[in-house]
C-alpha cells in the first residue's frame, strides 16, 4: 500500500501546507508546471517524487525531469503528462500513449481545474489536482491525496487549500 501526495501548477509558489497536508505520504506526485528548482528540491528534499514537466517550466526543470513519465506502482500502470486533457477529451499528443496501451491511472494538470473522471471505455481513472499555486483564474488552490493498495485506487481525498 502506497499513499500519494498530488499537485500540479505550483507555478513556482510554495506553501508550507504542502509538507504538512503530504507529511503520511509515501511518495508526492507533481503533475507540471513545477515553476521553479527551488519547488522541485523542496519537495525532493521532503519525500520520493516524481515530477513531469509542464509548458510553462523552463530549461533547468526539463533537464530534470521527463514531459511524459509511465510506471507501475503496486499494480496499478500510471501515466502523467501536464497537458492530458479527460477522458473524453483527450490532448493529441498524448492520446496514442492512452490508447494504444492504456494505464489503470491517467494524470495531468494544466486547467487549473480539479477532475477526478473515470473513462469507463478504457478502464482508466482520471485525476487532474487542480492548481496548487497562485498564478491563473482558478479561485481555490487544491492538493489531493489517495492510496494506491494492489490494483486498487482507493481513499481519494481533495484538500482545498484556501483562496489565491
Known amino acids: 500500500m502506497v499513499k500519494i501526495g498530488l499537485l500540479s501548477d505550483t507555478h513556482a509558489y510554495w506553501d508550507e501546507r504542502y509538507l504538512k497536508y503530504f507529511k503520511d505520504c509515501d511518495e508526492i506526485w507533481h503533475v507540471g508546471d513545477i515553476g521553479s528548482l527551488e519547488v522541485a528540491d523542496k519537495l525532493e528534499n521532503f519525500k520520493p517524487v516524481r515530477m513531469v514537466v509542464g509548458n510553462a517550466d523552463g530549461a533547468a526543470l526539463r533537464e530534470r525531469y521527463p514531459k511524459i513519465l509511465r510506471f507501475r506502482i503496486e499494480q496499478v500502470e500510471v501515466l502523467m503528462t501536464h497537458i492530458g486533457g479527460y477522458p473524453g477529451n483527450y490532448a493529441k499528443e498524448i492520446a496514442p500513449y492512452i490508447?494504444?496501451?492504456?494505464?489503470?491511472?491517467?494524470?495531468?494538470?494544466?486547467?487549473?481545474?480539479?477532475?477526478?473522471?473515470?473513462?469507463?471505455?478504457?478502464?482508466?481513472?482520471?485525476?487532474?489536482?487542480?492548481?496548487?499555486?497562485?498564478?491563473?483564474?482558478?479561485?481555490?488552490?487544491?492538493?489531493?491525496?489517495?492510496?494506491i493498495d494492489k490494483e486498487q485506487i482507493k481513499d481519494l481525498e481533495v484538500i482545498e487549500l484556501a483562496e489565491k
Open 99 to 147: 490508447f494504444k496501451n492504456p494505464p489503470s491511472l491517467f494524470i495531468s494538470g494544466h486547467s487549473h481545474i480539479l477532475k477526478v473522471l473515470y473513462d469507463k471505455t478504457l478502464k482508466c481513472l482520471h485525476i487532474n489536482p487542480g492548481a496548487a499555486g497562485k498564478q491563473g483564474f482558478h479561485k481555490t488552490r487544491t492538493l489531493v491525496r489517495f492510496v
